[in-house]
């Protein structure tokens, strides 16, 4: 098990110190977005008086007017709050990283582990990407990296455009003792139909530009969640065991998750889950710090002992 951080005693060292320092700029972050807050309730009023005083348009067009105003105002607030909140998070989330003796940045640039992903189709297509949250370091002499990803498309319902979240989880990257001598995909089963699903899934697939074969599994509960494509059969069954499902579903339980995806390629093992938004631990208001704290070591604690859960392990 990963040896988590003490909350408790992060805040008595160097972190407490730093953060009780960052009092004055959270008081002056949130001064400045309660005064554009006002600015915005006081420029609804005055556009929704103006309306309904000097146009034919009524209290209702007014109303919709001041309420634009209004929610603009709210929103330029929030944005304003932004870059305090991320330099909080990001000197907690530091702090918890250099306790696990790994490193941690706010920012991203994915490598070819998402360039993977994308090939393999373990995650959906997209017309706009964000990245952040990176965690990289080892756990039990294994090579390990973690990020968030949010991916989007843009809709249009026949009145306006607007973008719509198609992926928000974390990318895993573990790294394993050996190399393997095929690719091996593992995913909820149902996904790739044959011809209009009625004779189930299909024989084999084309991804990363190589041919992956349906595998059978020997538990038939496995077959019943979990469809497994590979180019080495042999293999394929010895890293998806019968064992490995219940891990599977550990993983998913644990995030309220329901499909996740595993790649087997090269020496390293790459997992998406869709656990939404985590690691969220700056807040302007102090006394959130030891929730916050605590809840980010409990998210990133879990997460990497599942990962290392869907490890290979001797048997």
């Known amino acids: 098990m990963l040896a988590r951080p003490d909350p408790d ?6 972190l407490g110190q730093w953060l009780a320092s960052e009092g004055d700029t959270r008081a002056a972050a949130k001064a400045r977005a309660s005064q554009i807050q006002m600015w915005g309730i006081g420029g609804a009023c005055a556009v929704a008086f103006i309306i309904v005083l000097l146009t034919p348009w009524g209290i209702g067009r007014a109303l919709q007017f001041g ?11 929030e944005w304003t709050k932004r870059p305090v909140i991320n330099a909080i998070k990001g000197g907690i989330n530091e702090a918890i990283a250099k306790a696990l003796d790994m490193q941690y940045s706010l920012a991203v640039t994915p490598g070819a582990e998402f360039d993977l992903a994308c090939s393999f189709e373990m995650l959906p297509s997209f017309e706009r990407k964000s990245f952040e949250d990176l965690w990289l370091g080892s756990v039990r002499d294994h090579s390990f990296q973690l990020y968030e990803a949010k991916l989007e498309v843009e809709r249009n319902n026949g009145k306006s455009t607007y973008w719509e979240t198609v992926f928000d989880g974390s990318l895993i990257t573990v790294g394993f003792a050996r190399r393997f001598n095929g690719v091996t995909l593992v995913e909820r089963a149902g996904r790739r139909k044959s011809l209009f699903g009625l004779l189930g899934d299909k024989d084999s697939i084309t991804l990363g530009g190589m041919r992956l074969d349906r595998i059978d599994m020997v538990d038939p509960r496995f077959e019943d969640q979990f469809a497994v494509w590979s180019n080495d059969q042999v293999e394929s069954r010895y890293l998806v065991h019968p064992e490995y499902v219940e891990r599977l579903m550990a993983v998913e339980t644990a995030f309220a998750g329901e499909d996740i995806r595993c790649l087997f390629n090269g020496g390293q093992l790459i997992v998406a889950l869709e656990s939404g938004n985590l690691f969220e631990s700056g807040s302007l208001e102090a006394s959130n710090d030891r929730a916050l704290l605590a809840k980010t070591i409990d998210q990133f604690g879990t997460l990497v ?8 392990k001797a048997r």
Not at 305 to 312: F, I, P, R, S
Request: no cysteine; charged share 15%; net charge negative.
């Open 9 to 14: 005693a992060l805040l008595a060292g160097p």
């Open 67 to 77: 309420f634009f105003i209004g929610a603009g105002g709210f929103g330029i607030a």
């Open 305 to 312: 002992e599942l990962a290392e859960e869907l490890n290979e």
